[in-house]
C-alpha cells in the first residue's frame, strides 16, 4: 500500500513536469528554479540543498533534527527552518514531499509511525509560517535509505530525519 502511493506521487509529480515543459513557460519556470536552487544554498548553510532534474532536496543531515525516540523539533533547528520557510512561503507556486526518517533502532512498527509523526511535526510548523497545507504531502519512511552509518551515534542522529523534495507547479 505504501509503495502504491509512493508510485501515485511519482506519477503525478512526473506528470505536472511534463504539462510544465510542454509550454514556453517552462524555460522561464526552470531558470526561476535554478535561482531558488541558489537562494536556498545561500539562505540554509547547515542543510545540504540538492538540485535534482526537476525538483530540489533539502536535508540538514549536520543539524540534529529530533532526539531518539521523539517527534518534536529540536529548538537548536529552528532557526535555519524558520529561514526556510520564509522563503517558501514567497514561493508560492513550490509544493513539497516532507519524507521522515528514523535511525534503525526499535521495530519497523515503532519507526515507520515515528518517522510519519517526525514528517507531521515538520508540515504544523511550516503552516504556522503560514505555507498552505494543500502545497505539502508528508510521508514516514521509518529507517529505510539511511544518509549515514547506523552503527555510530553521529550516524544515527543524522538519520533521524526529514527531507524536502521541493517542485514546482504550472499554474
Do not use: W
Amino acid at each position: 500500500m505504501k509503495n502504491h502511493k509512493l508510485l501515485l506521487l511519482v506519477l503525478f509529480i512526473a506528470f505536472a513536469f511534463s504539462a510544465c515543459h510542454s509550454s514556453k513557460k517552462a524555460h522561464t519556470d526552470m531558470a526561476s528554479f535554478r535561482a531558488l536552487h541558489r537562494e536556498l544554498k545561500q539562505q540554509l548553510p547547515d542543510a545540504q540543498v540538492i538540485k535534482l532534474k526537476d525538483s530540489i532536496k533539502v536535508i540538514y543531515p549536520e543539524v540534529a533534527l529530533f532526539d531518539f525516540n521523539k517527534d518534536e523539533i529540536k529548538p537548536s533547528a529552528l532557526a535555519s527552518l524558520q529561514k526556510f520557510a520564509k522563503v517558501l512561503k514567497r514561493e508560492n507556486q513550490v509544493y513539497f514531499v516532507i519524507n521522515g526518517y528514523t535511525d534503525n533502532v526499535g521495530t519497523n512498527e515503532i519507526n515507520n509511525s515515528l518517522s510519519l509523526r517526525r514528517a507531521n511535526n515538520a508540515k504544523t510548523f511550516f503552516k504556522s509560517y503560514g505555507i498552505d497545507d494543500a502545497r505539502m504531502t508528508v510521508n514516514g519512511r521509518g529507517s529505510s535509505n539511511p544518509i549515514m552509518d547506523n552503527t555510530t551515534d553521529a550516524g544515527r542522529q543524522a538519520n533521524r530525519r526529514v527531507e524536502f523534495i521541493l517542485y514546482k507547479t504550472c499554474k
